[in-house]
């Protein structure tokens, strides 16, 4: 059974600072892995989805990397901001590409 | 598009009520998904569907769930009888398929669901 971890868990930075979120998976057989982000009370967004022959995936301030073999993709963003205050989850699927198993994420604060 | 549509966003029902989510996907999205998020399971697949046909339903966790997708445009969970501890926020989820960014996943809001 896939386990996916995250660290960690929480992280208060100021505005400006490079971050990066890490995320752990105990399957390597996977298909694809997404990132998400959540505002409190609100559904997921999904921000960046790479594929299992893909190495990384890069949206404006955001690159997700992914190393299938060792289990492991890091979220990095740039330039953080107050509005990228949120929590991220990332979530691998199984080799069918739909059964995503979802992390318990990185609750991310950016101070001004 | 509007994006995933849920209904209602706030449930509060008392132990033993029949509790029905709906669900409009965004058009033309061939998957849909119902997941449930709590405090100490985190978010959870209960089932998804393909072309409006139940393909994994093993994460649904009791007989008292049941989710059907009688079309392309519309799905419901019910839960009957139920309980407090089905409390939690219930998400729908669909995606294009097909492969590659098809893959993505776009939520609703979300019902919060309170059962007392």
């Known amino acids: 059974k896939q386990e996916v971890t995250q660290i960690p868990a929480a992280l208060s930075v100021p505005e400006g600072e490079n971050l990066v979120l890490n995320c752990s998976f105990t399957?390597?057989?996977?298909?694809?892995l997404q990132w998400f982000r959540q505002d409190p009370g609100k559904g997921l967004t999904s921000l960046l989805l790479i594929q299992s022959s893909q190495r990384e995936q890069t949206s404006g301030r955001l690159n997700a990397s992914l190393d299938k073999s060792s289990g492991r993709s890091t979220l990095y963003i740039a330039a953080s901001q107050p509005g990228d205050s949120a929590t991220y989850l990332c979530?691998?699927?199984?080799?069918?590409?739909?059964?995503?198993?979802f992390g318990p994420g990185t609750r991310l604060s950016v101070l001004p | 598009d509007a994006g995933v549509i849920q209904s209602p966003r706030h449930e509060v029902t008392e132990m033993g009520q029949e509790v029905t989510l709906r669900c409009k996907p965004i058009?033309?999205?061939?998957?849909l998904f119902w997941y449930r998020q709590t405090m100490m399971r985190g978010l959870e697949l209960l089932i998804y569907?393909?072309?409006?046909?139940?393909?994994?339903d093993s994460g649904m966790p009791e007989d008292r769930f049941s989710a059907k997708m009688p079309n392309a445009s519309f799905s419901t969970l019910k839960i009957q009888p139920s309980e407090p501890r089905d409390s939690a926020v219930y998400f729908c989820a669909s995606s294009l398929g097909g492969g590659g960014q098809g893959e993505k996943l776009f939520f609703g809001s979300g019902t919060q669901l309170s059962v007392l």
């Open positions: 058009s033309g999205h061939d998957y």
């Open positions: 399957d390597s057989a996977i298909y694809n």
């Open positions: 569907f393909n072309n409006n046909v139940p393909i994994d």
């Open positions: 979530a691998p699927t199984d080799n069918y590409g739909q059964n995503f198993v």
